[in-house]
């Protein structure tokens, strides 16, 4: 009589194999992430395209200008952030997201991209 890890090794194979089977297309499909060389950048266009803004933890809370506001699209973020929505100054916010290092997104207007303003240091989320 078998044990029951004699029949649970082929069978956890064949799901590695399975697993590992994934079309290279696929896996590629996703716009590759591109890198930002200050704390944050932000883009108009979604996949990291159009018009760049970036901004460094120095510059504290800084209106990310009118072509930005209320139309960035996509994002990475190499430090932490606060993305703020304001008001009618700039320290009325009505609502804030923290971006961590390593946060991005390709699609980021249906999200926060549409409201967001202002970028501060993520101590002020």
């Known amino acids: 009589m078998r044990s029951r890890y004699s029949l649970l090794v082929p069978a956890l194979m064949a ?3 399975a697993v590992s089977a994934v079309p290279a297309s696929a896996a590629s499909s996703a ?16 996949n990291y395209t159009g018009s760049v803004f970036t901004w ?4 504290g809370n800084k209106f990310i200008g ?3 506001a209320d139309k960035v699209r996509s994002f990475v973020a190499t430090s932490g952030a ?6 009618s100054t700039p320290w009325e916010w009505r609502a804030v997201r923290r971006a961590s ?9 249906n999200r926060f991209g549409k409201v967001m303003d202002r970028i501060a240091p993520s101590r002020y989320c």
């Open 15 to 17: 799901g590695a194999l």
């Open 31 to 46: 716009p590759a992430v591109p890198p930002c060389h200050a704390h944050v950048c932000l883009w108009t266009g979604n």
């Open 56 to 59: 460094w933890e120095a510059d």
């Open 66 to 68: 009118s072509k930005h």
């Open 82 to 87: 606060c993305f703020v929505d304001t008001g």
């Open 101 to 109: 290092a390593g946060h991005y997104s390709s699609n980021y207007y």
